[in-house]
């Protein structure tokens, strides 16, 4: 970390950011969810992805448990609505990919296609984990930029 | 208002403060600034979404744009905190898929209850989704992702929505300047004339209701299903057909279910034809409530009172009636188009009341009411017929039928035999009559003599109703009626001459030539009564006075629902109706703004906070609007500023309560 200086840092932030975008992981709606953090809400940012996670979390839990139980009790519908959820908060925080395969899992569950589900459910978990890495590699090069910077100025008594 | 406004300033200041917004910005404005430069600033969202990634950032995004945001993930605590604090919300933005309550289910109570515009949102971009939204009556659907720019625009929606409402009242008010002719409604459906007419009663009538409304602080009028719930725009055809179903059925019999049945139209919902028959029986009672509903006329007079001072009616409360504007607007429409179009179709035959011929005659021509016409046309013929069995079905007016007619020959007015002038003592059986009578007229008589009896139908002065010299056959009133201009007409025979007196009295701007007021508060009712065709270039004669004023008055209302009409396109829903602010330009004739017409507040006695002076263009595309716009520029200044304090006073405290961190917790819990 000492020898990280806040140009670096950001250099590397900047890449990781290109590589999201190009990769398709990212669109431009996390652009603007950036722009939308400013002085009054510094951690904007942070703060709704973090809330994304732990709702998204809780959601592909409750897509497994359903997927899971006995073929009788399965209720499409009960799917088509976690996922509808699932495609609305990440279109908005612009995680693409998930958001894409959500769709095609939505389309697999308004077919009553179980084995489709099942096997979208499987991608849109591993997508969701290499979300969740990236976008946790950002902040945290974030977090050590604003460091940097402090370091650069410490504080005299 | 500099007080008003500095609170607001400071309050968005606040919030925005609070929010973590652009404090700076709105101070920056100046003291002075007016509302409007801050407008849409300060709008206040209620944003409802379960999923919380989406609230936190659409609450952001309202903050950036300077707007009050508040937050729930719960629908159902959104719609209780809606019904708390009714009037602390502009706009509301709400999720489709929620888990405790159906977006749409939201969509319908705040439809329902408060006249608030409501945007749905939803991940699901499907064209059948949206449609759906539409139709239940969102006045806007956006796709998730939502961006900044589209929450930029929400606004519009809370403006279109009050200018519809507003513009109504604008409409009456300017009408009263005496600037008949401003009408050019580009709606171009009925006359100037007709318009101003109508405008002028209708204002009349709106005002009242609207003050009426906005005293007692209650939006549920006499019908809470008469607010924009059903989207189901009521034309004259089909109000025509609902009618002709109820008559076959029978007045007492008719059920939605069969009335449905009967009228077989595709797309109606057994809901729809519920409360329109709910409002068709208020209108009923209404019209025959001096007889029998003491109770129900009596709160009506009561405010009415005081504006219309309008002599006792006698039996019918029409004054009430008129004042009250309680009729059910599209029932108005609808008769107001059939009496309209009997006129025109029977003019020739002369209805007793030359005056109304006259005018009907002339109403029709001179004003745009082509359109009027035109549809009155096939309603007035179809509707003769089912009248004919409204009368049996409704109680009392047995005189009145004999009465009607021999009204006319008391007429000064050499018109005619039968004053149609829907004099019967039953409202209801008036307007019923008052056809049937048309129609026996034509058949029996033909006289022309209508028009030159009565070269105008001014119906204030000239109300020197004949009635009351055949007091015996009005049923309504012994006494002779004065026609004054001021009226009083004390005693109307019938609905139509209450709500000519009373709308002589209050001598709101002539209708077209019809000055007065008599014709702008019985706009609506006299639809029901009198075949409009009052062309308010017609002057009255006297004795055709009342029936003038009273076709007048048709006509005026006609017109007056015309422009009403083109408000309420702007704010009608896209095909069927609904739509809260949705622009749909003037092809909704008789929809909404019928509804507007009876129960006029309802969706004018919002709060209009936001000063419309500069938003003209969000106007519907109805010339109408556009036509008033400057109209409503000076009126509406007042009342935002007013209203806007009170509700920045009342909004305020509320809102700075809850640091936007709390109401999101508050409300996701």
Request: charged content about 20%; glycine content about 6%.
């Given at each position: 970390?000492?020898?990280?200086?806040?140009?670096?840092?950001?250099?590397?932030?900047?890449?990781?950011?290109?590589?999201?975008?190009?990769?398709?992981?990212l669109?431009?709606?996390?652009?603007?969810?950036?722009q939308?953090?400013?002085?009054?809400?510094?951690?904007?940012?942070?703060?709704?992805?973090?809330?994304?996670?732990?709702e998204s979390?809780?959601l592909l839990?409750?897509?497994?448990?359903?997927?899971?139980?006995d073929?009788?009790?399965?209720?499409f519908?009960?799917?088509?609505?976690?996922?509808?959820q699932?495609?609305?908060?990440?279109?908005s925080?612009?995680?693409?990919?998930?958001?894409n395969?959500?769709?095609?899992?939505?389309?697999?569950?308004?077919?009553?296609?179980?084995?489709?589900?099942?096997?979208?459910?499987?991608?849109?978990e591993?997508e969701?984990?290499?979300?969740?890495?990236?976008?946790?590699?950002?902040?945290?090069?974030?977090?050590?930029?604003?460091?940097?910077?402090?370091?650069?100025?410490?504080?005299?008594? | 208002?500099?007080?008003?406004?500095?609170?607001?300033?400071?309050n968005?200041?606040?919030s925005?403060?609070?929010?973590?917004?652009?404090?700076?910005?709105?101070?920056c404005k100046g003291?002075?600034?007016?509302?409007?430069?801050?407008?849409?600033?300060?709008?206040?969202?209620?944003?409802v979404?379960?999923?919380i990634?989406?609230?936190?950032?659409l609450?952001?995004?309202?903050?950036r744009?300077?707007?009050?945001?508040?937050?729930?993930?719960?629908?159902?605590?959104?719609?209780?905190?809606?019904?708390?604090?009714?009037?602390?919300f502009?706009?509301?933005?709400?999720?489709?898929?929620?888990?405790?309550?159906?977006g749409?289910?939201?969509?319908?109570?705040?439809?329902?209850?408060?006249d608030l515009?409501?945007?749905m949102?939803?991940a699901?971009?499907?064209?059948s989704?949206?449609m759906?939204g539409?139709?239940?009556?969102a006045?806007?659907?956006?796709?998730?992702?939502?961006?900044?720019e589209?929450l930029?625009?929400?606004?519009?929606h809370v403006?279109?929505?009050?200018?519809?409402?507003?513009?109504?009242?604008?409409?009456s008010?300017?009408?009263?300047d005496?600037?008949r002719?401003?009408?050019?409604?580009?709606?171009?459906?009925?006359?100037?004339?007709?318009?101003?007419?109508t405008?002028?009663?209708?204002?009349?009538?709106?005002?009242?209701?609207?003050?009426?409304?906005e005293?007692?602080?209650?939006?549920?009028?006499?019908?809470?299903?008469?607010?924009?719930?059903?989207?189901?725009?009521?034309s004259?055809?089909?109000h025509?057909?609902?009618?002709?179903?109820?008559?076959q059925?029978?007045?007492?019999?008719?059920?939605?279910?069969?009335?449905?049945?009967?009228?077989?139209?595709?797309?109606?919902?057994?809901?729809?034809?519920?409360?329109?028959?709910q409002?068709?029986?208020?209108?009923?009672?209404?019209?025959?409530?001096v007889t029998?509903?003491?109770?129900?006329?009596?709160?009506l007079?009561g405010?009415?009172?005081?504006?219309?001072?309008?002599?006792s009616?006698?039996?019918?409360?029409?004054q009430?009636?008129?004042?009250?504007?309680q009729i059910p607007?599209?029932?108005?429409?609808?008769?107001?188009?059939?009496?309209?179009?009997?006129?025109?179709?029977?003019?020739?035959?002369?209805?007793?009341?030359p005056a109304?011929?006259?005018?009907?005659?002339q109403?029709?021509?001179?004003?745009q009411?082509?359109?009027?016409?035109?549809?009155?046309?096939?309603?007035?013929?179809?509707?003769?017929?089912?009248?004919?069995h409204?009368p049996?079905?409704?109680?009392?007016?047995?005189d009145?039928?004999?009465?009607?007619r021999?009204?006319?020959?008391?007429?000064?007015?050499t018109?005619?035999?039968?004053?149609?002038?829907?004099?019967?003592s039953?409202?209801g059986?008036?307007?019923?009559d008052?056809?049937?009578?048309?129609q026996?007229?034509q058949?029996?008589?033909?006289?022309p003599?209508?028009?030159?009896?009565?070269?105008?139908i001014?119906?204030?002065?000239?109300?020197?109703?004949?009635?009351?010299?055949?007091?015996a056959?009005?049923?309504v009133?012994?006494?002779?009626?004065?026609?004054?201009?001021?009226?009083s007409?004390?005693?109307?025979?019938?609905?139509?001459?209450?709500?000519?007196?009373?709308?002589?009295?209050?001598?709101?701007?002539?209708?077209?030539?019809?000055?007065?007021?008599?014709?702008?508060?019985?706009?609506?009712?006299c639809?029901?009564?009198?075949p409009a065709?009052v062309?308010p270039?017609?002057?009255?004669?006297?004795?055709?006075a009342?029936?003038?004023?009273?076709?007048?008055?048709?006509?005026?209302?006609?017109?007056?629902?015309?422009?009403?009409?083109?408000?309420?396109?702007?704010?009608?829903?896209?095909n069927?109706q609904?739509?809260?602010?949705?622009t749909?330009?003037?092809?909704?004739?008789?929809?909404?703004?019928?509804?507007?017409?009876?129960?006029?507040?309802?969706?004018?006695?919002?709060?209009s906070?936001?000063?419309?002076d500069?938003?003209q263009s969000?106007?519907?595309?109805?010339?109408?609007?556009?036509?008033?716009?400057?109209?409503?520029?000076?009126?509406?200044?007042r009342?935002?500023?007013?209203?806007?304090?009170?509700?920045?006073?009342?909004?305020?405290?509320?809102?700075?309560?809850?640091?936007?961190?709390?109401?999101?917790?508050?409300?996701t819990?």
């Open positions: 970390m000492l020898g990280l200086d806040a140009d670096q840092l950001r250099a590397d932030m900047n890449r990781l950011l290109a590589f999201l975008f190009h990769q398709g992981i669109d431009e709606q996390f652009l603007q969810l950036q939308l953090q400013d002085e009054n809400s510094p951690n904007f940012v942070s703060e709704v992805v973090n809330i994304y996670f732990h979390e809780k839990r409750n897509l497994r448990s359903l997927l899971t139980m073929r009788e009790l399965l209720s519908d009960k799917i088509g609505i976690h996922l509808n699932f495609i609305g908060s990440s279109s925080i612009g995680a693409q990919r998930v958001r395969i959500c769709v095609a899992f939505r389309a697999a569950s308004d077919n009553n296609n179980r084995t489709g589900c099942l096997r979208s459910l499987e991608v849109l591993h969701h984990c290499i979300l969740k890495n990236k976008l946790h590699e950002l902040f945290q090069i974030e977090q050590q930029i604003l460091l940097a910077a402090a370091v650069r100025y410490p504080v005299l008594n | 208002m500099v007080a008003t406004q500095r609170v607001m300033q400071s968005v200041s606040t925005a403060a609070t929010t973590s917004c652009y404090g700076g910005l709105s101070s003291e002075d600034v007016m509302i409007a430069d801050q407008f849409p600033a300060g709008l206040r969202v209620l944003v979404d379960d999923d990634t989406c609230l936190r950032i609450e952001q995004m309202l903050r744009c300077l707007y009050i945001v508040t937050t729930c993930s719960q629908a159902k605590v959104a719609l209780s905190l809606l019904r708390e604090r009714k009037g602390c502009d706009v509301i933005l709400s999720d489709v898929y929620m888990p405790d309550m159906d749409y289910k939201l969509l319908e109570h705040v439809g329902l209850e408060m515009p409501v945007i949102m939803s699901d971009g499907r064209t989704a949206v759906k539409i139709r239940h009556g006045c806007d659907y956006l796709i998730k992702p939502v961006r900044e589209e930029k625009n929400i606004w519009q403006v279109r929505k009050k200018w519809n409402g507003n513009k109504e009242l604008e409409h008010e300017s009408l009263s005496a600037d002719h401003r009408q050019g409604n580009d709606d171009a459906e009925y006359a100037s004339s007709v318009n101003d007419a405008d002028a009663s209708l204002k009349h009538l709106k005002k009242r209701s609207n003050t009426k409304e005293d007692d602080g209650e939006i549920d009028n006499d019908d809470p299903s008469t607010s924009k719930k059903p989207r189901v725009v009521w004259v055809e089909l025509q057909q609902f009618v002709s179903a109820v008559n059925l029978g007045i007492d019999k008719a059920v939605p279910k069969r009335i449905l049945e009967l009228m077989n139209v595709p797309g109606l919902t057994r809901e729809n034809v519920a409360s329109h028959l409002k068709f029986r208020l209108y009923l009672k209404r019209i025959s409530g029998q509903q003491g109770g129900i006329s009596n709160p007079c405010p009415v009172e005081p504006k219309v001072k309008i002599c009616l006698g039996r019918f409360n029409v009430s009636l008129a004042a009250s504007g607007p599209h029932s108005l429409a609808a008769f107001h188009a059939e009496l309209l179009g009997q006129p025109t179709g029977n003019l020739a035959t002369a209805m007793d009341q109304l011929l006259q005018a009907s005659l109403g029709p021509k001179s004003i009411v082509d359109h009027g016409v035109t549809f009155v046309h096939p309603l007035l013929k179809c509707k003769y017929s089912s009248f004919k409204l049996q079905s409704f109680a009392p007016v047995e009145a039928s004999s009465g009607f021999g009204w006319p020959s008391n007429n000064i007015c018109a005619g035999p039968g004053n149609i002038g829907g004099l019967s039953q409202n059986n008036m307007l019923i008052l056809l049937l009578q048309n026996q007229l058949k029996s008589q033909q006289q003599t209508v028009p030159e009896l009565c070269p105008s001014n119906v204030q002065p000239s109300c020197h109703v004949a009635p009351s010299q055949s007091s056959s009005f049923q009133g012994n006494s002779p009626i004065s026609v004054t201009q001021n009226g007409f004390s005693r109307t025979s019938g609905i139509g001459y209450n709500l000519l007196s009373s709308q002589s009295n209050c001598s709101s701007s002539s209708i077209g030539q019809v000055s007065d007021v008599n014709l702008q508060s019985t706009g609506d009712i639809g029901y009564i009198l065709a062309s270039s017609v002057s009255s004669c006297s004795v055709n009342e029936n003038c004023a009273s076709q007048q008055v048709q006509t005026s209302s006609m017109t007056f629902k015309t422009p009403r009409n083109f408000p309420g396109f702007v704010h009608s829903t896209s069927i609904d739509s809260y602010g949705s749909k330009t003037g092809d909704f004739l008789d929809q909404a703004p019928f509804s507007n017409l009876g129960y006029i507040n309802k969706g004018t006695c919002l709060p906070r936001y000063p419309v500069g938003f969000p106007l519907s595309s109805s010339s109408l609007g556009k036509v008033f716009s400057e109209n409503f520029g000076t009126r509406v200044k009342e935002p500023n007013m209203e806007f304090g009170d509700n920045a006073k009342v909004g305020i405290p509320m809102l700075q309560q809850f640091p936007p961190n709390d109401l999101m917790s508050v409300f819990e």
